[in-house]
């Protein structure tokens, strides 16, 4: 039994450890799982340079489709990471699929109008809308990271509302034996409660992230962003410390 109850504890701190940091949530500076960058950067970088100094319609239609183009490789990438994501719900997960579609779809839309593109005026105009219709790194990809994030924070509570009740049950036992219970139960409170806390930081982001939208990061998606990889780092901090509550109330008992 107690090594049961190990193997689950060691269990959730992993698959908390997976949900809010290779994800990347807890700071801007995290490791992503995709590539991404400025305007004119990374692939792009000499398409950019040629096309600030030339501007000729074959050069921008160059950089156009080059920053369309690692678009839509990311857009790929992000999309394998919903499909193989163990924590999203259905219904989040349909969510954003359905936006990483309506990205792709767009802008292999545009693509195909710059590459048909013969004004420079005109080719300008469609390379700034690439920047500013399809937020593929600075929304849509934290968005999709985030919401993984909460959902898999959230999916941890059945699992450790199964070692409260066995930890209860085995509380129950050696109180009933004779034993000083009291520490015991003081860890299994204090892991209750952080779990507790845990849910509560998380429950209302993936709601709150899905309605973003890249009109809104002029104004308070920033903010939302931010606030969530806030949230969820402590979430994280809260579930870790619920895991040692419940290894705490197993010593407790021997």
Excluded: W
Aim: with cysteine; hydrophobic share 50%; aromatic share 2%.
């Amino acid at each position: 039994m107690q090594s049961r109850l190990r193997h689950g504890l060691a269990a959730a701190v992993v698959a908390l450890v997976v949900a809010t940091s290779a994800v990347g949530v807890v700071s801007a500076a995290s490791p992503a799982p995709v590539a991404g960058g400025p305007a004119g950067s990374g692939p792009c970088a000499a398409p950019a340079m040629v096309a600030r100094a030339g501007a000729t319609v074959a050069d921008l239609r160059a950089f156009g489709g080059c920053e369309i183009d690692r678009r839509l490789t990311t857009l790929g990438q992000l999309s394998s990471i919903v499909a193989a994501s163990k924590g999203l719900t259905p219904s989040d997960a349909a969510v954003l699929a359905g936006e990483i579609g309506a990205d792709t779809s767009g802008l292999t839309s545009l693509k195909a109008t710059i590459e048909g593109q013969t004004a420079i005026a005109a080719l300008r105009a469609e390379i700034v809308e690439i920047v500013n219709k399809y937020r593929v790194y600075v929304l849509l990809g934290p968005q999709i990271r985030l919401v993984i994030a909460a959902d898999s924070v959230l999916a941890l509570k059945p699992h450790f509302d199964q070692i409260a009740a066995s930890l209860t049950d085995r509380i129950a036992m050696a109180q009933a034996a004779g034993k000083d219970v009291t520490s015991a139960q003081a860890s299994l409170a204090a892991m209750n409660a952080a779990v507790t806390a845990a849910v509560a930081l998380a429950s209302p982001l993936p709601a709150q992230l899905l309605a973003l939208t890249p009109a809104g990061l002029a104004g308070s998606a920033a903010t939302v962003l931010q606030n969530a990889r806030t949230a969820l780092g402590a979430a994280r901090d809260d579930l870790k410390s619920a895991a040692q509550d419940g290894r705490d109330v197993i010593a407790d008992l021997k």
